[in-house]
Each structure stands twice: as C-alpha cells, then as structure tokens.
C-alpha cells in the first residue's frame, strides 16, 4: 500500500502521572489492525522513550509519515497538540489524526483549538482509522468516513458514529512488537491486556462508558487465553494486568476464563478490577486458583446517598462484604474512593476515607480528586452550574481539584485529599500490624507515621 503510519503517545507536559510506562492498548491496537492490512506503522511513545518535545521534533523529522495519530486522555491533551503542531511543521503534507477518550467529546473543540489537527477519530478508532488509510492510499476523499469529525471550509462535518465492533475477537493482539518492550519491562515486567469493551453501569462521572457504550462486549475465553498464552511463551511474561473496566461482569465468563487458565497450566499472576456487586467468595476463590493476586474495585463513597448520586448502583454494604472476601483469601484489595463528587460535604468525605481504612486497613486506597470529564453528565452538571475553577486540562489527573461546589469549597478538597493519606498511615494499629509482618514492613510504616504525623493538614485527627 505504500503508506506510512506513525502512532504517539505524547509526553507529559507537566509533572508525570505516578505510573511505570504503559505501552497504551489503543494505539497497540490501532497499529495491529493497520499491520494486519500491510500498511506500514511505527510508534512513537513518547513516555515510554521519555522523549522531550525536542525529542520527537528529531524523531518525526527522520521519518516521512503520510498520517501521524496521536492519542490523548484529556491529561494529555495539551501535549497531543504540541506533538500535531510539530508533526505539521516537520511535514505540512501529512494528515495528521487526533483519538481517545477526551477528544471523542472535545471534537469540533480540538478542531478550532489546534489548526494543525485534521481529523479527530471518536470512540472506538480501529476500522475508522483502517478506512482512513485506505482511503488516503488509493487517493479518495475522506470527508465522510464515519466516526470522525473533520473541517471543511467554514465549518465542521460531524460524521455519524461507527458501529461498534461486535465480534472483538476479530481484532489481532496489540503490536507489542512495536515497543521497546526490554526497556518498559526493566522499570515494571507487567503485561496489559484487555478483554472486554463496554459497561453495565452508568456511572455520572465515567468517560469510559461513554466511549464504549452500555452494552458489555465480550472477547471468548479461548482468544483471550491464547493472548496470554502467548505473551507468556513469546516473552516469558509472567504478570499481567486486566484493564477491563469491569472484569467480572459476566461471573460465569470469569469463572470459565480461570478453568481455561488452569487446564492449559499456564503459571501466571494477575489482577483486575470489577464491581463489587460482582464478586462472589467462590468466584473469587477459583480466580485465586487461576492467578488472581488483587482486585481493585470502585469503593468511591462511604455514604449511601452520595453512591446513588453518582449513579454507581452499589451499596457500601456490598463493598464491605466483597472486600472482607478479598481479605479473608490473602488477596490484595485496592479500592478507588471518589471525593469531591457534587453534593460531597466534609463529612461526607471523612466517612469515605474511614470507610477505605475499615475495608482494606492494610493497603492505602487509591483516592481520586473528582474530575469533570468532557462526555460525563458531571461534567454537564459542574459547568451548568459554573463550579469549575480550574480549566487546564493538564492538570486533571484526579489528584488536584479542578471545581467547587456551595458544600465543599477546592481549598478544603484539596485538604481532606492530603489528610486521607496522613489519616492512614498514623494509625497505630496500621504499624503494629506492619510489625507483626517483619522488619522491613514495620520500619516503612514506621518512617510514614513519623512523616505524616508531622505533615501539617487544617483536619486534625
Ligand atoms: C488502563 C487505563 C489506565 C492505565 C494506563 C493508561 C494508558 N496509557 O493507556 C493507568 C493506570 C496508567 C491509567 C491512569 C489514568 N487514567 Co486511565 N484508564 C485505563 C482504562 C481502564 C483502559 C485503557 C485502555 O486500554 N482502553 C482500551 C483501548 C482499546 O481503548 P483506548 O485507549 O481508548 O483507544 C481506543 C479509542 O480511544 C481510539 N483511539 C485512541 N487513541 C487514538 C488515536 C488515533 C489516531 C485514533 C485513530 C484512534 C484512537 O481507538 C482505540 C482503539 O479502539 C481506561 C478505560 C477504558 N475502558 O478505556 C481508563 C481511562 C482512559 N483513564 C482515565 C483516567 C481519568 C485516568 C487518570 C487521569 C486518573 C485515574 N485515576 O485513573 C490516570 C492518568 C492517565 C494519564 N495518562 O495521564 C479515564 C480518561 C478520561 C479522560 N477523558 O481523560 C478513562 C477513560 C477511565 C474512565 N472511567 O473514564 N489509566
Ligand atoms: S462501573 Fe466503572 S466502567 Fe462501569 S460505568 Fe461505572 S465507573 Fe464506568
């Protein structure tokens, strides 16, 4: 076909994001599914090289893309637009493409922000980026091709949505191969990988839902464990993490998934995370059998009538019994608390941080700032009622606040997320418990409780 395809994950530009490099599976994908149909791609990953701007304006310029795509959360947006501004300057003639979960709800946006975009991919991009290039390839007009969003002259064309694809078993693995896999696995030896698409659910603070729509697409056990089949012969990978929203959603799917694991023998570890309302002790059990070293799971609030706000349709008491489950079977429980949703109030956010400590009192929750997505109904209702404060992109990573609300001003969010982490490790009972583990687990916990103790939070303890 002739044409040249190039893939980047762009740098962060301000503080990274506390996560070893992560080979991203949408651009893995995207790559496989060119390869597939002989076009000829590479990536550039911006993070996993740890290349500066001026690193990628001397990478791009080596090569002769006719598409550069570039993917981007909405953390990453202002840098996936340095990257096309580069990527135009160094080849006016390539078409350059922009995807993810942000601009799929930032299209006409991107359009007008970034005069060096072209065309932005919404929602799941495989066979529209294939479309694209075929297109391109034997010269034919583009401006139509659905599930993108393109200029014309004084206005923007919104092409329909592409259905999305059904049988995901179609797909071919993702293009490992294009990654520097030796490098990434020296800084964490993880293998990502996905088996499902979609959600149940309808959580008001979720993109990821509404990329992949409501309906729970699924890839067949034998596809799946062939992946792992695979990554364990081809690069004797041993970890992998299931990055499925909601990996437990069908209980019998898993359930047949770790039967398949143990009948091949396949000597692996893994986690996931899922609902806790679906988990049962059994389920989790045989996934302990398969591999299964800890779940992570959305706890988000310790109060009732905030979870129903959120439309997360869990009660704490299903997070109480599904982590003591996880607990009682020496797996490792990480649940994800949400503070800062419309309506929290300080004492609504204390009982979620003591809720986590009662649940898993031994591992720190993972506590995300709430963050207004484009694409969410929170989002919708956040700049509805003018609450954002804070409107760069690259600081929403869920760590810092970004709106306030009448209930909770950002000065008091921003200080019960710092006392969360300071109430969990001067627990007393915490280090006496790390103690009783060995000398090593004792002086960490040690070391914490002396810093945090003297870390200074408005909140007292
Ligand atoms: C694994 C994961 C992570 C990993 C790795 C992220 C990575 N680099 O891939 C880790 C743990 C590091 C992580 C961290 C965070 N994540 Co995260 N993560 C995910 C998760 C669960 C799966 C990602 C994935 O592999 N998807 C599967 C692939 C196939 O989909 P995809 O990447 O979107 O790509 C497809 C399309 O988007 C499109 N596409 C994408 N790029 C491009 C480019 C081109 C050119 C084209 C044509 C098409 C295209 O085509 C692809 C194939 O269909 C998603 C939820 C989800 N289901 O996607 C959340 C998600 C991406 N994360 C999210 C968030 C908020 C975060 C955090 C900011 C906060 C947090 N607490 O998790 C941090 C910071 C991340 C950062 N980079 O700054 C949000 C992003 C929302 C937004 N608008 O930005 C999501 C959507 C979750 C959600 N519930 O809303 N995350
Ligand atoms: S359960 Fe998870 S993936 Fe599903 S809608 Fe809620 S937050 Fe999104």
């Given at each position: 076909m002739g044409l040249h395809i190039t893939l980047v994950n762009p740098p962060y530009r301000t503080r990274p994001h506390q996560h070893p490099p992560f080979p991203p599976l949408g651009i893995g994908y995207l790559a496989a599914v060119l390869e597939k149909n002989n076009f000829k791609v590479e990536i550039i990953d911006c993070q996993a090289s740890r290349y500066t701007y001026a690193d990628y304006k001397r990478e791009i310029a080596k090569r002769k893309p006719d598409i550069v795509g570039v993917t981007a959360p909405t953390r990453l947006y202002n840098s996936a637009k340095e990257i096309l501004k580069i990527s135009k300057e160094a080849h006016p003639n390539t078409v350059t493409m922009l995807g993810g979960a942000h601009v799929t709800f930032w299209n006409e946006k991107a359009l007008q922000e970034c005069p060096q975009l072209d065309v932005v991919v919404r929602k799941e991009g495989e066979y529209t980026l294939l479309e694209l290039a075929q297109r391109l390839a034997a010269g034919?007009?583009?401006?139509?091709?659905?599930?993108t969003t393109q200029r014309n002259s004084d206005d923007f064309i919104f092409n329909d949505d592409r259905p999305y694809i059904?049988?995901?078993?179609e797909l071919p693995f993702p293009a490992r191969h294009l990654w520097d896999l030796e490098a990434i696995r020296k800084q964490e030896d993880m293998f990502y990988l996905i088996t499902t698409r979609g959600c149940t659910a309808w959580c008001n603070f979720c993109a990821a839902v509404r990329m992949f729509g409501r309906r729970y697409r699924m890839r067949s056990i034998q596809n799946v464990v062939d992946e792992l089949e695979f990554l364990h012969k081809t690069y004797n990978a041993e970890n992998f993490t299931f990055c499925d929203d909601a990996f437990t959603v069908d209980m019998k799917r898993t359930e047949e998934l770790c039967e398949e694991i143990n009948s091949r023998n396949l000597k692996i570890k893994w986690n996931m995370g899922t609902r806790?309302?679906?988990?049962s002790k059994e389920l989790l059990q045989k996934m302990k059998d398969a591999g299964c070293i800890s779940m992570w799971c959305g706890l988000e609030s310790g109060t009732q009538e905030v979870l129903n706000d959120m439309h997360k349709g869990i009660s704490t008491d299903q997070t109480r019994k599904a982590l003591k489950w996880v607990r009682e079977l020496g797996l490792k429980p990480t649940p994800n608390v949400l503070l800062g949703y419309p309506g929290e109030t300080i004492e609504t956010a204390l009982k979620s941080i003591k809720f986590a400590e009662e649940v898993s009192p031994d591992e720190i929750a993972y506590y995300n700032i709430a963050t207004p997505y484009p694409g969410t109904p929170m989002y919708d209702e956040v700049m509805k009622n003018g609450w954002v404060r804070n409107t760069n992109f690259d600081d929403y990573d869920a760590t810092q606040p970004i709106f306030e609300t009448p209930q909770l001003s950002m000065h008091d969010l921003q200080t019960l997320y710092d006392y969360a982490f300071k109430s969990f490790y001067t627990r007393p009972s915490y280090v006496l418990r790390m103690w009783r583990k060995g000398f090593s687990a004792g002086y960490a916990a040690t070391k914490s409780y002396i810093y945090f103790k003297r870390k200074k939070t408005s909140l007292k303890k």
């Open positions: 034919k007009d583009i401006s139509d091709v659905a599930g059904e049988n995901l078993d806790v309302d679906r988990v």
